[in-house]
């Protein structure tokens, strides 16, 4: 118990000295949305994931590190929303609508991390011609056979954004998402889908008043 | 942008409605799925269809699959001649549903398997030969199936292999099994601490009906008693999986969960108050069984049980020397060649 207490003073002690700052600042910019396209693999089965990333709030954030080098992250919100499929053959077709939040950190050189939640519905389509037989034993082909289920998304991602260093408006990334689709069978479904994709910056596609904040920080203080 | 959904959405639709043209031939794959009550269950015919013979596996559990019976070795041997078709039950494998737990027992899976011969019928040929092939928990449900109306005209004939009708009757039997193995191999020296606890566990037996978490752990004491005899070689479930997984395009996830949720289903109980024994005297069918000697899941006894009492003419008892409870894959070779001696005489 008092090493539970002391790891909890310990982190609270950090990180009140860790979150100080030395100056920020509050702005509102028009930005406009990013779009995505990626290659949706589920370990080996194909794929297209299209999304929309509109921007909620960022936050510039430089840090005078030891000997007065200067760090400087940017940490990015956006809701997003993305249009999936992927095809497991003799399995399913799963065509799925997502909304989530994107939580994506870049660093000063271009690398980033992304993490995001998304809420969404899916619809299968079963993977091989579905029948039905009624009462009297008539057997019939039931068309576009498959199932609606409500999905959990979790991802976390890396990337490489070019607009930082070589000034163009691109992002390359590679995400693993792990999908929860229920009620599945009265259980749950679970399934690792992985994005190779591009993130195209527009100029200004889908404009929208985002909060930008200016955080600096000297972390090591005289 | 449009554009590309719209072509997507095409694509979707139209491989979707597109009519399947059905062709007999000596070495098909084909999947489909036969929808009833809530589940859709996946069936993959695979071999010679020309034969107009079709050997049906029903799989164990409740809630394996039959992805794990579909071996190289059965593709080579069986399929060659006729067709092989592997059926994921309800909840089970590839199979696919939302809500359906209330659906999930044996009356409802029974009016599965006679959807699912009615399809193969349908796609096949009124006049196509089906043979059922049961596998443990498949004993149950093909017991259900044969001893049901007149359904066991619908097919040519039945072969259980490992398999259970009576659960009750099943716990016996492995108490005296694992009972006798267990003298036996203390007094030869063999495994001897290990056998004792199994010993110690079924002399602590109550007498009468065992609840479900007492044969589950009888269960468990059954399936590692085989591994303690060298003639048996052990399934090879992780080699199976690694060879077959992306070949045959297993959906992993949703044979892990459906087999998860199953073991923990109402079903598990109910299955406990079914005794068929007494109904099989109403069966006429050519039957065959396959018990594997080491077999304490399902001992061999089950399978005597069966042939002296249905009203048979043609009955055939198989016992495999160096199997356990899997005998397809631990006596392949016989278990091949006494399935395909069984079709030729009775399609």
């Given at each position: 118990m008092r090493i539970i207490g002391f790891i909890f003073f310990f982190v609270f002690v950090i990180q009140s000295v860790y979150s100080q700052e030395d100056s920020s600042r509050l702005s509102h910019e028009m930005k406009a949305s990013n779009v995505k396209l990626a290659y949706n693999s589920s370990i080996v089965y194909p794929g297209v994931r299209m999304g929309l990333e509109i921007p909620l709030k960022s936050i510039v954030l430089s840090r005078t590190k030891r000997k007065g080098k200067q760090e400087v992250f940017l940490k990015d919100r956006f809701i997003t929303g993305n249009v999936s499929w992927y095809h497991h053959p003799t399995f399913h077709d799963n065509v799925y609508a997502t909304l989530g939040y994107s939580m994506r950190r870049t660093g000063d050189r271009g690398w980033f991390t992304e993490f995001s939640p998304e809420l969404g519905y899916s619809r299968t389509f079963l993977g091989g011609t579905t029948y039905q037989v009624d009462e009297k034993g008539s057997v019939s082909v039931r068309r576009m056979a498959g199932y609606n289920y409500a999905l959990v998304s979790l991802g976390c991602g890396l990337g490489y954004d070019l607009?930082?260093?070589?000034?163009?408006?691109f992002s390359v990334y590679y995400k693993f998402n792990v999908l929860l689709l229920f009620p599945y069978n009265s259980t749950y479904y679970i399934r690792p889908a992985m994005e190779l994709g591009i993130i195209y910056k527009t100029a200004?596609?889908?404009?929208v008043n985002a909060n930008q904040k200016h955080i600096s920080k000297n972390k090591f203080k005289a | 942008m449009k554009q590309l959904l719209f072509s997507i959405f095409l694509l979707l639709m139209v491989s979707s409605c597109q009519k399947e043209k059905i062709k007999l031939g000596k070495n098909v794959s084909e999947t489909f799925y036969v929808e009833n009550k809530g589940a859709s269950m996946r069936v993959l015919v695979e071999g010679n269809t020309s034969s107009k013979t079709v050997l049906l596996f029903i799989h164990g559990?409740?809630?394996?699959?039959?992805?794990?019976?579909?071996s190289d070795y059965i593709s080579d041997n069986i399929e060659d001649k006729y067709a092989v078709a592997y059926w994921d039950h309800r909840?089970?494998?590839a199979s696919q549903g939302a809500g359906n737990a209330d659906y999930f027992n044996l009356p409802t899976m029974t009016e599965d398997l006679e959807k699912v011969i009615q399809v193969l019928k349908f796609r096949y040929g009124s006049d196509i030969s089906i043979f059922l092939l049961a596998h443990s928990f498949g004993g149950m449900l093909s017991t259900s199936f044969v001893t049901?109306?007149?359904?066991?005209?619908?097919?040519?004939g039945w072969i259980i292999c490992s398999?259970?009708?009576n659960y009750p009757l099943n716990d016996d039997y492995t108490r005296h099994a694992l009972s006798f193995y267990a003298n036996q191999q203390i007094a030869l020296g063999n495994n001897s601490s290990q056998w004792q606890e199994i010993l110690d566990f079924v002399i602590g037996l109550p007498a009468g009906v065992l609840d479900l978490e007492t044969a589950n752990q009888l269960n468990s004491y059954a399936a590692e008693?085989?591994?303690?005899?060298?003639e048996v070689s052990p399934f090879p479930m992780v080699d199976v999986i690694k060879a077959n997984a992306i070949r045959q395009n297993y959906a992993i996830t949703s044979t892990f969960l459906n087999l998860k949720f199953s073991q923990s289903a109402n079903i598990q109980d109910e299955l406990?108050?079914?005794?068929f024994s007494n109904a099989l005297a109403g069966v006429s069918l050519p039957v065959m069984t396959l018990y594997g000697?080491?077999?304490?899941?399902?001992?061999?006894a089950l399978g005597n049980d069966v042939i002296s009492r249905?009203?048979?003419?043609?009955t055939f008892s198989v016992i495999?020397?160096?199997?356990?409870?899997i005998g397809m894959y631990q006596d392949q070779a016989i278990f091949c060649q006494r399935v395909n001696e069984f079709i030729l005489q009775f399609k």
């Open positions: 607009s930082v260093v070589q000034s163009r408006p200004k596609f889908l404009r | 559990g409740p809630g394996s699959s039959s992805y794990f019976y579909n909840n089970a494998g049901k109306g007149n359904n066991q005209n619908l097919i040519k398999a259970s009708h008693a085989e591994s303690y005899f060298s406990r108050n079914y005794d000697k080491y077999d304490f899941i399902c001992p061999p249905i009203n048979s003419t043609d495999l020397p160096n199997s356990g409870h």
